[in-house]
C-alpha cells in the first residue's frame, strides 16, 4: 500500500503515459476504476492551447463524476511540452468518492511526472474548467491579495519564533527553544495544512538555530531513503491512510538518531530541542501531531510500522487471567471429646 490510498495506475495506463507526452496528445482524462487509475480519454491536438481548451477540456467534465485531466499547453521546458494539471471535484459528487480522489492525487502528479505539470488547479465547477476560468485563476494567483487572518497570524508567529531563545523562559517549556528560519516555519504551515507531505529540519549546531533541511511530497516506501545515517534529523510526515475503511490524514513526527555516528553536542542540543520544538507546532502553529516516533534507522519506517503505531492490533484471543488457588491449610483435624466434656 502506498501513502495515498494505495491506489495505483494500471498497466495500460502507464503504458499510454509512456508516450502521450511527445507533442501530439493535447488531453488526457484519467479516472479510478476497480481500485485502479484508468485512461477514460484521450483527444489529439486541433489548434492552439486556447481554442483547445474549451472546444475539448471543458467538454470533457461530467456532472457528479471527479476526474483528473492533463491538458497539454504550448510551452515547453527541459523535458518537453508542460502540462496543465486538473484536480476535477464536483461539489455534488459523492464523498466517498472525493475522498478516494484526494487521497490518490500525489500518486497521480507522480506517476505523470511532476516536472511536466507547469500549473495546477483544484476545480469544483464546471466553470472552472474554462479558458475564462483559467485565467482568472491566473489573475487571482498574480494579484496580491489582502492577507488573511490566518496569515496575519502566521506573521506573529514568524517573530515568536525569530526571538525565541531570547524570550523562552525555562519554566514555560522544558528544554531548549533556538529560533527556527523562515524557510521552516512556512513549511511547517504547510504540512500542518496538509498541502505538503514531507517536512525535514536540521539544527546549525554553530548559530544555534532551526532551518529546513527538505520539503517535498513522497511516498511510505520512499520515506526511509530521507533518513540520514550520520546526523540527527526531525521529520514531519503527512502519513495518508487507510484503516477499517475509512481515509484517514495523521502528522507522525519522527525524531531520528543514529546512535553514536554523530557528536555529543548534537545528541543533546537535539534532544533538548524537541520538546520545544512540538511545543510550538502544537501550541502556535495549532498542529495536530498524532503520533511521536523516534528511530536509530531509517529501515524501521515502513507501512506495516507505521500502521502499527498508530492502529496497533488488539489481541483478541487473549486467554484469561486465571484466579489463583487459595494456600492450602492442609487436612481437617478431628478433635476427640474429652472424658471431662462427657461426664
Given amino acids: 500500500m502506498s501513502h495515498q490510498t494505495g491506489i495505483q495506475a494500471s498497466e495500460e495506463l502507464k503504458t499510454f503515459l509512456s508516450s502521450a507526452k511527445d507533442g501530439n496528445c493535447r488531453l488526457i482524462k484519467i479516472g479510478i476504476a476497480n481500485e485502479e487509475l484508468v485512461l477514460i480519454k484521450s483527444d489529439d491536438v486541433r489548434g ?28 515547453k521546458n527541459n523535458l518537453g511540452y508542460e502540462w496543465l494539471f486538473i484536480a476535477y471535484s464536483p ?15 500525489t500518486t497521480m502528479k507522480l506517476e505523470f511526472g511532476g516536472g511536466y505539470i507547469t500549473e495546477e488547479i483544484f476545480a469544483t465547477l464546471k466553470s472552472d474548467v474554462t479558458l475564462r476560468g483559467f485565467r482568472e485563476h491566473k489573475d487571482l494567483k498574480a494579484a496580491d491579495a489582502p492577507m488573511t487572518y490566518q496569515e496575519e497570524e502566521l506573521k506573529e508567529v514568524k517573530q515568536m519564533h525569530i526571538s525565541a531563545a531570547a524570550t523562552t523562559k525555562a519554566s514555560t517549556l522544558p528544554g531548549v527553544s533556538f529560533p527556527m528560519s523562515e524557510e521552516a516555519i512556512n513549511e511547517l504551515v504547510r504540512i500542518a495544512s496538509k498541502e505538503v507531505s514531507y517536512v525535514q529540519l536540521s539544527i546549525d549546531v554553530n548559530k544555534e538555530m532551526i532551518n529546513l533541511e527538505k520539503t517535498c511530497d513522497i511516498e511510505t516506501s520512499k520515506l526511509a531513503g530521507e533518513v540520514p545515517t550520520d546526523k540527527p534529523r526531525y521529520h514531519f510526515f503527512l502519513f495518508k491512510h487507510t484503516h477499517e475503511g475509512d481515509y484517514l490524514e495523521s502528522i507522525v513526527f519522527i525524531y531520528s538518531m543514529p546512535g553514536y555516528a554523530c557528536s555529543v553536542k548534537e545528541r543533546m542540543l537535539y534532544s533538548s530541542c524537541k520538546a520545544t520544538l512540538l511545543s510550538g507546532c502544537e501550541d502556535v502553529l495549532k498542529m495536530e501531531v498524532t503520533k511521536k516516533l523516534e528511530i536509530s534507522e531509517g529501515s524501521e519506517l515502513t507501512e506495516e510500522f507505521l500502521q502499527d503505531e498508530l492502529h496497533p492490533k488488539k489481541n483478541l484471543h487473549r486467554p484469561k487471567f486465571s484466579k489463583p488457588k487459595p494456600p492450602s491449610r492442609g487436612a481437617k483435624r478431628i478433635i476427640k471429646p474429652s472424658a471431662n466434656a462427657e461426664s
Fill in 48 to 75: 492552439s492551447w486556447e481554442e483547445d481548451f474549451d472546444d475539448i477540456l471543458a467538454n470533457s467534465v461530467e456532472a457528479k463524476q471527479p476526474s483528473y485531466l492533463f491538458f497539454r499547453l504550448d510551452t
Fill in 91 to 105: 461539489d455534488d459528487s459523492q464523498v466517498r468518492e472525493k475522498m478516494l480522489y484526494a487521497g490518490t492525487r
